[in-house]
């Protein structure tokens, strides 16, 4: 609970404050627990907390190692919604690094996995309009 839970929630509240560093910190204990089975967070969710940190802090490369986490291990975050958006934010941490190739194959996963999704979600729309801005090469 002490070094899971609470510091993954606690995190979870710094970021939506937009304090990503805070985030960060408090978040650096749970890293040797990211592949554990627990019974709280069972979805790589301080991972995905940890690349939305990174991702707001500006500091692409270190989102998307936390969000390849969790594409690395499918079965402890498939059936969550923290596997398929993970694919979603790798792709906005590689645009962030100036790679809009690999963004273009990320943003194209999710969407494919997306595919029958309510039209309507913000967040899709949202991935759908940042897809279509992408350089296509």
């Known amino acids: 609970m ?10 979870s ?3 939506q404050k937009h304090d ?6 408090l978040l650096r204990g749970t890293i040797q627990y990211d592949l554990a089975f627990t019974q709280s967070f069972d979805y790589l969710y301080p991972a995905y ?11 692409g ?3 998307a190692g936390e ?10 975050c498939w059936e969550s919604i923290t596997g398929p958006l993970a694919r ?5 941490a590689q645009r962030l690094m100036g790679d809009d190739a690999s963004a273009r194959e990320s943003y194209e996963e999710f969407l494919n996995i997306w595919k029958d999704a309510d039209r309507d979600l913000a967040i899709y729309r949202r991935a759908k309009a940042e897809y279509a801005q992408l350089p296509k090469n």
Do not use: H, M
């Not at 002490?2 to 995190?11: C, D, F, G, S």
């Not at 907390?49 to 500091?59: F, K, P, V």
């Not at 969000?67 to 402890?76: A, M, T, V, Y």
């Open 67 to 76: 969000f390849q986490k969790l594409i690395d291990n499918p079965g402890l």
């Open 49 to 59: 907390i940890r690349g939305l940190a990174y991702l707001e802090s500006g500091d």
């Open 13 to 15: 509240v710094k970021l």
């Open 88 to 92: 979603l934010q790798l792709g906005r």
């Open 2 to 11: 002490q070094k899971y839970l609470v510091p993954t929630i606690r995190a």
């Open 20 to 25: 990503p560093n805070a985030a960060i910190d």
């Open 61 to 63: 490369r270190s989102a």
